[in-house]
Nanobody, 124 residues
């Protein structure tokens, strides 16, 4: 199992960019599909983006398509979320997650690993 640590969150203005990183420990990072999720205050956690084991396929929720890019570097055991043209509605705690299976489990509790989250705040 991998342990995940997110970084790169912060306070930015609408229209700015941020890049989140998710560093994994363990020797089998390439065996996991990686995902980014977010949870805004008072709302349920929602899917943002996913990338398959080799990085050949990526998926996005509609609200971030064309603005966010998920990527991974298996040699560095790190996944990334490049966020451009940020909007106030992107404000949330962002979590990365890993699972050996893709499509991901439908129950968040069934994921192999979650990070602790990183806060992204977009001001107007």
């Amino acid at each position: 199992q991998v342990q995940l640590v997110e970084s790169g969150g912060g306070l930015v203005q609408a229209g700015d960019s941020l890049r989140l990183s998710c560093a994994a420990s363990g020797r089998t990072f390439g065996s996991y599909a990686m995902g980014w999720f977010r949870q805004a205050p008072g709302k349920e956690r929602e899917f943002v983006a996913a990338i398959t084991w080799s990085g050949s396929l990526t998926y996005y929720t509609d609200s971030v398509k064309g603005r966010f890019t998920i990527s991974r570097d298996n040699a560095k055991k790190t996944a990334y979320l490049q966020m451009n043209s940020l909007k106030t509605e992107d404000t949330a705690v962002y979590y990365c997650a890993a699972d050996r299976n893709f499509p991901f489990p439908s129950n968040y509790n069934d994921f192999d690993s979650w990070g602790q989250g990183t806060q992204v705040t977009v001001s107007s």
